[in-house]
């Protein structure tokens, strides 16, 4: 069947506009105006996002069963004890499929990879207070328990989701109107992100991990004596740790493709890497959390804070509302370019364009 059907051609990277090539990646690349159908159709052929989309876009169903599983074979309407489960299960369904959708449908044009990629990190940020809400809830040490601390830490937790999608909307283009507008926008497709922007955007996620795991560092790497919860869960706990880190250094290493340009372009780059050890990570933080939730359960709610909607669902839900202002903000330039009808990024057989200046 696929057979009959005409496959778009891939590019290299001297035949895209820069905004669109990615370090040591030679070919394999889509067309940077390809039609929706396009996208789509690229699912089944080898580019160099094929992988990254099937990476997250098939742990979504996983996410997802594991999810039904939870509200299908538990309590959940009566027993508040399973909803920061709940949170934390739908941000790892959010998450992978925001970046499938991203990396599907980026190559539409220049702004739609700029939005495509601000929904992403809005819903990675969304994945950082889900765990934020279920280690506050499961995972805390018993020392820090009812703490200032624990009472703080899901509202500091909102308030990083706020910095964590500001922070990397801000990586791509910079401010939205100050920096960039459509008018910029039209003149010139080709836009530089910030200075540091990969650095920035790294920054702004590598803060909230470290921000939410502080209970999880402290109970496995330095609590002693009584009150430092340690249970058999620790080892699973370390290993999502161990893999967090190795997805962070895939991240900013661009290992193994920098090694060797062209030579993984299709397959074994670091961001097909990254997401399949961070998706591997995600799934030992779960089960972790799990059987931390299971075992701590009598003791938490004897001594532990209430689980309240308010810092489960309402904490959640502020975050979402908070990081859709915050892309729309972002987005806005871009939309409006798009409304007014310009044409710069019409098909063209060598679509380099110049650098973006910023007034």
């Known amino acids: 069947m696929l057979s009959l059907i005409k496959l778009p051609r891939v590019f290299t990277i001297h035949q895209v506009p820069k905004v669109f090539h990615e370090d040591s990646i030679i070919s394999g690349y889509r067309h940077p105006r ?57 941000s790892c369904c959010v998450y992978p499929l925001a970046s499938s959708c991203a990396h599907t449908f980026s190559t539409m044009s220049t702004r739609a990879r700029h939005i495509c990629f601000f929904f992403d990190y809005g819903a990675l940020s969304l994945y950082s207070l889900g765990s934020a809400i279920t280690y506050s809830a499961y995972v805390i040490p018993d020392k820090w328990v009812n703490s200032s601390f624990h009472q ?59 921000f939410d795991n502080i209970p999880l560092f402290y109970r496995l790497f330095l609590c002693v004596g009584d009150g430092c919860t340690d249970n058999d869960t620790n080892a699973l706990h370390h290993t ?13 290493t661009h290992l193994p493709e920098r090694l060797a340009p062209g030579s993984f372009d299709y397959i ?16 030992f933080q779960m089960e972790a959390i799990e059987q931390d939730m ?7 709610l004897t001594y532990s804070l209430p ?35 310009e044409h710069t990024e019409k098909t063209q057989s060598h679509p380099i364009a110049k650098g973006c200046q910023y007034h």
């Open 294 to 300: 299971v075992t701590r359960r009598p003791w938490l």
């Open 307 to 341: 689980i309240t909607f308010t810092n489960t669902m309402g904490a959640a839900l502020l975050s979402v509302t908070l990081s859709l202002g915050i892309i729309f903000l972002f987005s806005l330039p871009l939309l409006w370019s798009a409304t007014r009808g």
């Open 34 to 90: 390809s039609s929706a159908t396009d996208c789509i159709l690229s699912l089944f052929q080898l580019t160099n996002e094929t992988l990254n989309i099937w990476t997250h876009f098939l742990p979504t169903w996983y996410f997802l069963w594991k999810l039904l599983t939870v509200v299908l074979m538990r309590d959940v309407w009566s027993d508040s004890f399973t909803w920061p489960l709940l949170v934390f299960l739908m």
């Open 152 to 210: 703080y830490y899901i509202p500091i937790a909102v308030v990083n989701t706020v910095i964590c999608t500001t922070l990397a909307c801000y990586s791509r283009l910079g401010l939205p109107y100050i920096q960039y507008n459509h008018h910029i926008i039209k003149r010139f497709s080709e836009c530089k992100s910030p200075k540091f922007g990969k650095f920035l955007r790294i920054l702004a996620f590598a803060l909230p991990y470290l």
């Open 240 to 252: 999502h740790i161990a893999l967090a880190f190795l997805t962070a250094f895939l991240f900013a």
């Open 268 to 283: 074994g780059h670091s961001h097909q890497l990254f997401h399949v050890f961070g998706i591997i990570g995600t799934h």
